[in-house]
């Protein structure tokens, strides 16, 4: 019986083996390399957008999530919106956010976005980005703490100032999504095979300025592929953007 071998992708050095009967030589070829997989046991990684970035957004080396919390809310909120789109609730009518007849999404925090959309009617996608960008940091870190992703300890700072404390209670779950984002940024992937969840989260990451994902070094050497990838993800991304603009030239104003 005849088998095929395959050469592995670091080279093809060939080691020899003699032959069976000590008739000539045959070759052998080293074994063949396995990609790596991240083993996560029971534990499933978030497949919403809004619980994947709040993860990614935890600097493990600080203990904290990275960023400004407006910052941060309004990339949460873009999250969710890209979400709901990628899963046919919602669509795009000429700028705004237009409601389809799909059903509503399982996740608590997306479905609440959708009812709010609901109740208030087409607006703007900026609008659905700046809209209660503040309490969906919140609503998406009690929903990973109910699923044992993170766990949340209170305190004050200062025995006045309310704070949480957060860790993560699976670290490989953080790793795996980290790989998956950073891996659409190499050269050799075609952008158009990329999946779209994955481009969300790395464009949605740089544009939010979350470093813990995209450096600022990454974002310079990949702006053309990002862009690339943010023309795929949709009308969110320039919406975050705009947004994310007006809030820091009203800070920066004093508004």
Known sequence: ??????????????SLVRAP????????????????????GRVQAPDALPARL???????????????????????????????????????????????KAADPVDPVLAGVLKDIR??????????????????VRDVRDEL?????????????????????????HPLVRRHLLRNATDTLRPARLVTRIDLRDAAVVVLAATGDLRTVVTKDQRARHKDRLAQLAVRVGPVVPALKKALQQAHASASSGG
């Open 145 to 169: 703490e109910r699923a044992r992703l993170i766990k949340v300890e209170r305190y004050r700072i200062l025995g006045l100032f309310p704070a949480d404390r957060i860790t993560l209670r």
């Open 119 to 136: 109740r208030v009617g087409p607006r703007k996608w900026r609008t659905w980005v700046d809209r209660r960008h503040g309490a969906i």
């Open 54 to 100: 709040f993860l990614l957004a935890y600097d493990p080396e600080s203990g904290r999530l990275v960023g400004r919390w407006t910052k941060l809310g309004r990339t949460l909120r873009a999250a969710a919106l890209v979400d709901l789109q990628l899963s046919g609730n919602l669509a795009d009518d000429n700028g705004r956010a237009r409601l389809t």
């Open 21 to 40: 009967g000590g008739r000539g030589t045959l070759p052998r070829r080293p074994p063949l390399r396995r990609p790596r997989v991240v083993a996560l």
């Open 1 to 14: 019986m005849s088998r095929s071998v395959s050469t592995v992708a670091s080279g093809n050095h060939l």
